[in-house]
């Protein structure tokens, strides 16, 4: 059984870093892309970033680029979100997700807060 979970979230002031993980288990995970998502208050849940299976990251959300980048740990089942110069905008529920012979696999999230 196939099981994300994120963590890493918490409050941060404008500026400031967090990085999140999201530790994958379960058959087959190294096989496939890792993304990330975020859902902010009243928005809808949108595509941040994504890392293959051989760890090239790509950032997909124009706000974000340059300031985040993703990677992951093939030893450690485990993919990372790294978040530097938060604004109170990046403020939102962070989700990793995994599509496995066309299911997708989702964490339960982890949430940012960031304050001006």
């Known amino acids: 059984q196939v099981q994300l979970v994120e963590s890493g979230g918490g409050l941060v002031q404008a500026g400031g870093s967090l990085r999140l993980s999201c530790a994958a288990s379960?058959?087959?995970?190294?096989?496939?892309?890792i993304e990330w998502y975020r859902q902010g208050p009243g928005k809808q849940r949108e595509l941040v970033a994504a890392?293959?299976?051989?760890?090239?990251?790509?950032t997909m959300l124009d706000s974000v680029k340059g300031r985040f980048t993703t990677s992951r740990d093939n030893v450690k089942n485990t993919a990372y979100l790294q978040m530097n110069s938060l604004k109170p905008e990046d403020t939102a529920v962070y989700y990793c997700k995994i599509r496995l012979w066309g299911v997708d696999y989702w964490g339960k999230g982890t949430r940012v807060l960031v304050s001006s």
């Open positions: 379960g058959s087959f995970v190294r096989l496939n892309a």
């Open positions: 890392v293959s299976s051989s760890g090239v990251g790509q």
